[in-house]
């Protein structure tokens, strides 16, 4: 298939007539060529039909990420079509970040974000700036097992500064003996702060753990003015 | 209550209507206005005789498309035409970018189709999203090297290295979904 006696056109050429982008050469004298040479012209047949791939990404399932400055530090986001799969300013870099993503969704491509998570960004970064008490972002919580899901429903139904205990969100799921498996799902959130968890605390009135760090969860805790829950 | 023998297949009115794209599709893989006007003809002839199963009127306008696409291929899979007849028309191009083929191939397998998107999953990182913004989203070289913090020769790089990459195994794909 390469290095064979052609040397008119080279793969680019090719590629940027199926592409359209502009070449150094005439899309009819291309199309010449092709007419005169099978292998150019199963190089061009190849590359065509793989709009045919185009669409499948196009219509199928994608993760987009978005990294920004936020008072918490670098922090990543990503989403899938349907909302929210994450939230991060634990990743040391991008690439742990990708990496950690990656090894997630196997199977589906993760590409850099253009424009569609801006408004996730821009919420944020509101909120942060004490000008949001709410998000009005979709989550996508599907790969979450079933209790997961529970546990976090009812945490995301925790307005600005109101909190509840561990307890509290096992009763309301129907598990009033799961207090600390509700500490554990409520753990490994991958939406922080969209999911409020950081509003769960324990029954004596400490603040519990928090996987992002509980500084950040007594910051959290300050900017929505429940200054009266912390210690410090 | 009338009950007509009449021909079901409107071909009148799809000609109208998607003749000329359907033209301008084929010239551009062909490089020649002619030879895809007789293609596209043909179409006509097609439809009439083996009255397809296109489903909802949507699914014409993709079953024609990849009818004549499977056609064009053919065509330039196996002609040995004397250069000069296609030189004399290369003026006939259109300029204009092919129609986006999701009318043409709605019908890529669901198998085929998580195929393709986990070889794109698989490209690395700059490929990946260069691969991304420049064949899904369409987006030019300056928005995708503003994006990845390079610059346009080197986004586009990352395309056609990406693009490379991929060539082989999604014509492998295309040859089993839309060659049988």
Known sequence: MTAACCTSYEDEDVLAWVLGDPAGFDDGELARHLAECPEC??????????????????????????????????TRIAASRDGLVELSWRAPSDDAFLAELEQRYRETPIVCDCDELTAAEDQLLEYFDRRRTAFELPVDLSRLTRFQRAVLGATASLGFGQVAT????????????AARAVG???GRNPVAIIVPCHRVVRSDGSLGGYTGGLEFKERLLRIEGRRDLLTT | MTTTFQTTV??????????????????RMLGTAEEAQDIVQDLWV???R??????????????????????????????????????ARSGELAPDRPPAPDAAFGALSREAAAQVRSRVAALPCKQRDAVWLRWIEGKDYET????????????RANVYQGMKKLRGELAEIWNREVGR
């Open chain 1, 184 to 186: 554990n799902a409520l």
């Open chain 2, 10 to 27: 409107p071909v009148e009115s799809w000609s109208e209507e998607y003749g000329p794209e359907l033209v301008r599709h084929v010239t």
């Open chain 1, 166 to 177: 561990y307890n509290d969100i096992a009763r309301r799921i129907g598990r009033p003996k």
């Open chain 2, 50 to 87: 083996v009255e397809p199963d296109w489903g909802d009127g949507s699914n014409i306008r993709a079953w024609l498309y990849r009818v004549a696409t499977r056609r064009a291929l053919d065509v330039l899979a196996s002609r040995k035409r004397r250069a000069h007849l296609l030189s």
């Open chain 2, 46 to 48: 097609t439809a009439l």
């Open chain 2, 144 to 155: 995708i090297a503003e994006r990845l913090g390079s610059t346009p020769e080197t986004a």
């Open chain 1, 41 to 74: 012209l199963g190089r061009a047949s190849e590359y065509r039909a793989m709009e045919t791939g185009a669409v499948a990404c196009r219509d199928g399932a994608v993760i987009r990420w978005r990294g920004f400055e936020s008072p918490f530090g670098p």
